[in-house]
């Protein structure tokens, strides 16, 4: 069972995948981590929110098609996945499926089509 704040990590030689009961999963390649966090309900973040992971590290794909929205804060930002499929790997998010949207303070939302790799950073002005 896992709680707000603990983190998911594997070895070198490891991987691990988690699944819940409507079909979604977040896998972990070898040398990742990632922590999980708690929804905050605020002007930004919907009641609908049902996931929120934290600074990942490593190769992580995430395929929450199933899920109507789940977060990831990395780099300062805001990973928006709606019924969606995408790997954040060395500071990238690659997205498969779904609409996925970055969200920076003080940055206009870049949505990030499927296909699409763009660095997850701050959009230079």
């Given at each position: 069972l896992l709680s707000p704040g603990d983190a998911l990590a594997t070895a070198a030689s490891s991987r691990a995948a988690l699944f819940d009961r409507k079909g979604?999963?977040?896998?972990?390649?070898a040398s990742s981590r990632l922590r999980l966090g708690v929804p905050?309900?605020?002007a930004t973040t919907p009641a609908g929110t049902l996931f929120v992971f934290l600074d990942p590290e490593g190769d992580v794909?995430?395929?929450?098609?199933k899920a109507e929205r789940v977060e990831i804060l990395a780099g300062g930002g805001r990973l928006v996945l709606e019924r969606a499929?995408?790997?954040v790997q060395r500071n990238q998010l690659s997205v498969m499926a779904g609409r996925v949207?970055?969200?920076f303070p003080g940055a206009?939302?870049?949505h990030v089509p499927a296909g699409r790799t763009v660095p997850i950073a701050p959009p230079v002005r």
């Amino acid at each position: 069972l896992l709680s707000p704040g603990d983190a998911l990590a594997t070895a070198a030689s490891s991987r691990a995948a988690l699944f819940d009961r409507k079909g979604s999963s977040v896998s972990l390649g070898a040398s990742s981590r990632l922590r999980l966090g708690v929804p905050a309900m605020d002007a930004t973040t919907p009641a609908g929110t049902l996931f929120v992971f934290l600074d990942p590290e490593g190769d992580v794909f995430l395929d929450v098609r199933k899920a109507e929205r789940v977060e990831i804060l990395a780099g300062g930002g805001r990973l928006v996945l709606e019924r969606a499929a995408a790997r954040v790997q060395r500071n990238q998010l690659s997205v498969m499926a779904g609409r996925v949207t970055l969200l920076f303070p003080g940055a206009a939302a870049q949505h990030v089509p499927a296909g699409r790799t763009v660095p997850i950073a701050p959009p230079v002005r």
